[in-house]
């Protein structure tokens, strides 16, 4: 049913940010969810031998609308039968956009940073195929495929163009309510490649992003500017003037770089959401990890989680409901720097910055 989520808390302070940002979507809607506990993460399979469960897919495919994943933890050693839930998850959902907005801390002071990355999730490098060759003298070679489709690179760019145009239409909507919008004139795609270099491979991404703008869907052209920008000069710009970016699309590896820089942009991991989007199922997520280090102690920043659930709901047509959470986090962080957790400066707890967020709401 449309109004079901799944909930995955996985690992360490998934445990804990997850039933946080339930308890915000409780509030922000009350009753308009029916929420579905699920299995998955790296304890699960130490206990049952199975890191996703296919109960687990299953129910996700079935029964929701949306869900929210917390964190995993990844062992740094090799453990036979495990891989990541996660990237599964990605794959047997085809969710294949991942999308994260970076925005400046409220209050923050200069020109607010207010930028969307939406980066590739199916292929480039990261399908992971790679082997091992010895020469006949025995050294080591080492050789990785990278994988660009025609299919996927125009998807991601015509989710690149989407978005923009959302983001274009809810700037005027806040201008025509008297709110200050830095961002001045039409929405823009910046397209990331290496294609100078790599001219087949991004060169197809690139010419497959350009070709959506002069496709199916006029406003993509007549309404949104394209800048294209080398991936090394991205990072460069992003560093210097971040500012300057609106909609930034890339292939997978690019994507993965310049998305955990953008955070570091923004400050701390705990308040960073993503979503993994695909045509009919989005899997909102913290982009932090399971944070082995203070689980367990009631202090793990559920912003990001919150954040993450509200980048859900947006992705699931229920805009005014995303946009209360925002504007309720945004009060929190800005008036009440007393009781927010430790990576923030504060001295409070999970539940703590959760009970707010929900009073301001
Ligand atoms: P991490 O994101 O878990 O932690 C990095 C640092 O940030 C730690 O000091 C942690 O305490 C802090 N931190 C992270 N989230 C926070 C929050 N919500 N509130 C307050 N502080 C927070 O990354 P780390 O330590 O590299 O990895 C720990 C485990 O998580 C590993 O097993 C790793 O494989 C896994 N991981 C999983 C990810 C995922 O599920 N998508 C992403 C990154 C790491
Ligand atoms: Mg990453």
Redesign the pocket.
């Known amino acids: 049913s449309k109004s079901t989520i799944g909930l995955i808390p ?5 445990r ?2 997850i039933p946080a940002a339930r308890d915000v979507l409780e509030a922000v809607a009350p009753n308009k969810f029916n929420f579905v506990h699920l299995d998955a993460g ?1 304890e699960h399979f130490q206990k049952t031998g199975v890191a996703l469960p296919d109960e687990t897919v299953e129910r996700l495919k079935g029964e929701c609308a949306g869900a929210l ?8 050693h090799k453990v036979a039968g495990y891989s ?1 839930p ?1 990237v599964a998850l990605r794959k047997k959902m085809d969710l294949y956009a991942n999308v994260r907005p970076v925005a400046s801390p409220v209050g923050a002071t200069g020109t607010p940073i207010d930028m969307l990355i939406i980066r590739e999730n199916t292929e480039c490098l990261y399908i992971k195929s790679e082997r091992l060759e010895t020469l006949p003298d025995g050294t080591k070679i080492a050789w990785a495929d990278r994988k660009i489709t025609e299919t996927a690179s125009k998807r991601i760019g015509r989710m690149a163009f989407r978005m923009a145009l959302q983001r274009g239409a809810i700037r005027e909507a806040r201008r025509a309510r008297g709110e200050t919008v830095a961002w001045e004139g039409k929405p823009r795609v910046t397209v990331v490649h290496k294609s100078n270099v790599l001219s087949v491979s991004d060169g197809l991404f690139r010419e497959s992003v350009l070709s959506v703008r002069n496709g199916e869907d006029k406003a993509f052209k007549d309404d949104v500017d394209l800048e294209e920008q080398l991936v090394d000069s991205m990072v460069y710009r992003m560093f210097r003037e971040p500012h300057k970016f609106d909609v930034a699309v890339a292939p997978n590896l690019y994507g993965d770089i310049i998305s955990d820089g953008a955070a570091a942009l923004v400050g ?4 960073v959401a993503s979503a993994n989007v695909g045509d009919s199922f989005v899997l909102g ?11 367990g102690r009631g ?7 919150i954040r993450s659930a509200a980048l859900l709901l947006e992705h699931m047509g229920l805009d005014a409901e995303a946009t209360r959470i925002h504007s309720a986090v945004d009060k929190v962080l800005s008036e009440q720097a007393a009781i927010l ?4 400066g504060g001295k409070g707890t ?1 539940r703590g910055v959760t009970d707010a967020v929900i009073k301001a709401l």
């Open positions: 996985a690992d360490g302070i998934g804990e940010v790296f994943f917390g964190a995993v933890s990844s062992p740094s990541s996660i701390s991991l705990g308040v997520e913290p982009v932090h990890g399971s944070a082995p280090d203070i689980a202090i793990a920043n559920p912003v990001a989680a957790t430790p990576d923030l999970t």
